[in-house]
């Protein structure tokens, strides 16, 4: 009988383009959603969770072909026939959830949630295929005030988790102004739709191509440093030039003056009754912003900003951080977007056949934490627990009664839990846990009613730096009694603090 083949071990590795979570990260992004629900609820919102799987059908952009959804989502055939997919984003799950319970939700209905997504993309330096989103929407108001409450919100968000005002600006443009200009232009109707599409991502660029790249864009087509060539629209010049005269002024990341900005609106969209339209929405958007009190330090408009789904159906805002931050070749950049949304008129719409208005808008949260991290407004060393050292195995109940009156003045602590032998190891596993304080007890402090407590932060920096007067002035290791070991290790936290 042939010997059986022995199966291979598993590879320990995480899938491409996933990675894994650790201590400090998972509570930085904690601390920070927390503070972003904070102002949700502050504005009236309501926390809602969605089941990360939906059936493809309401992911919407995504329809099984012979063998299997395209590519753009994770999806797996059920034994129906039918497709369902891992969440995209969290927009279309809510699409769902409002027609699924339209005769129970209050209208407006008014929402924020936060969670991962994920999208079957290639992966590449920070850009992974699953992500957290944060989501906050109004469905059910076709006011325009539910656009500029969205803006303000999100200007109060930023400042909340730590980006200083001047550090960001929120940028607003309607859909309907650039069809409008595109109308006047002559690129309506279904025949220039692939046109238009270029057009669009021309535009979008124009933060990182500035005015020259966009032009090129909108005629033959550009070519990049690295020799790649883009086909472009190809329009006449006289069609670029109603475009390019659409596009603020030379530097992308100054606005221009409001004022400025509605003119030339006002011009260019004249003939178009939807570029009028959208361009009264925006200064009402400006009027209500600016009787809240932000003004264009904060919230600007500005007609570059196109958001890349093809789903928006006016008012669309988007965040961009404007500090500079060093790229990977080693050269200052502006960290750019962290932020953005939009209205969505026709999503709800595809369910019940009525027309639902929605806006709303989506925060990248691991491109904010990365922001919050490159400013230095948060990470560092994490602090890890106070360690109760084990020096008498048969008293593992007193130890654990000690970590439980620190626990319940509410200090993180624990009691070491591997081999006490090595009473080095302890300290060396207090380390790698960044544990501020160590309790020491042995048969002889118990019988006297004392123990020692070791203050790890100030050993390890007496133990760098520190002559030997210092460090016999200033013993990083003292004895108490029990009865104050909770008032120790709380002054020894909060010196280091």
């Known amino acids: ?55 493809v059908e309401a992911l919407g952009k995504f329809l099984p072909d012979v063998d299997r959804p395209n590519e753009g989502v994770f999806a797996w055939q059920e034994g129906d026939g039918g497709w369902l997919a891992l969440r995209y984003d969290m927009t279309a799950p809510l699409a769902r959830v409002a027609a699924q319970f339209r005769n129970d939700l209050p209208s407006p209905y008014r929402r924020y949630t936060m969670g991962p997504v994920w999208r079957n993309e290639k992966p590449g330096p920070g850009r992974f295929r699953q992500f957290y989103q944060c989501d906050a929407d109004t469905v059910g108001s076709g006011s325009v005030a539910a656009d500029a409450e969205i803006c303000a919100m999100l200007a109060e968000t930023l400042e909340a988790v730590g980006i200083e005002r001047g550090d960001y600006i929120i940028r607003v443009n309607n859909r309907k102004v650039l069809d409008g200009v595109m109308q006047v232009a002559g690129l309506a109707g279904d025949e220039h739709e692939l046109v238009r599409g270029i057009v669009l991502r021309a535009i979008d660029k124009f933060d990182r191509l500035g005015r020259d790249g966009v032009r090129a864009l909108l005629g033959t087509g550009r070519r990049d440093e690295s020799g790649d060539f883009t086909v472009g629209a190809r329009l006449s010049d006289e069609q670029a030039g109603i475009l390019m005269d659409f596009l603020p002024g030379a530097n992308p990341h100054k606005p221009d003056d409001p004022s400025e900005v509605f003119t030339r609106l006002l011009h260019l969209a004249g003939p178009s009754a939807l570029g009028q339209q959208g361009r009264n929405e925006l200064l009402q958007i400006a009027e209500l912003l600016d009787a809240q009190g932000f003004g264009p330090d904060r919230i600007v408009i500005d007609p570059s900003v196109v958001r890349g789904l093809g789903y928006y159906t006016g008012p669309v805002y988007e ?49 904010l934490l990365a922001a919050l991290r490159a400013t230095g407004r948060i990470g560092g060393t994490a602090e890890g627990p106070v360690i109760v050292t084990v020096m008498d195995r048969d ?41 501020p304080v160590a309790i020491i007890q042995g048969s002889d402090e118990a019988a006297r009613g004392v123990v020692q407590v070791k203050d790890l932060v100030l050993g390890a920096k007496i133990a760098e730096e520190a002559s030997l007067e210092e460090w016999k002035a200033q013993p990083a290791q003292t004895e108490v009694p029990v009865a104050d070991l909770v008032s120790e290790v709380r002054a020894i936290l909060a010196r280091h603090r």
Do not use: C, H, W
């Open 319 to 367: 965040a961009e951080l404007t500090f500079e931050i060093t790229g990977d070749d080693g050269k200052p950049r502006q960290f750019g977007s962290v932020a953005g949304g939009g209205r969505y008129d026709d999503l709800v719409k595809r369910f019940t056949g009525q027309e639902v208005p929605a806006t709303g808008v989506s925060i990248g949260v691991d491109r």
């Open 1 to 55: 009988m042939a010997k059986q083949k022995k199966q291979p071990r598993p590879r320990a590795e995480t899938p491409k383009g996933f990675r894994d979570y650790f201590g400090q990260e998972v509570v930085e992004r904690q601390e920070m959603l927390a503070k972003i629900a904070e102002v949700y609820r502050r504005y009236g919102f309501d926390p809602l969770e969605t089941s990360a799987v939906e059936t």
């Open 395 to 435: 008293r593992m109940a007193d130890y654990q009664a000690m970590a439980a009156t620190l626990r319940a003045d509410g200090i993180r602590a624990e009691v070491y839990l591997g081999n006490p032998k090595n009473f080095g190891n302890q300290l060396k596993y207090a380390d790698k846990r960044q544990s």
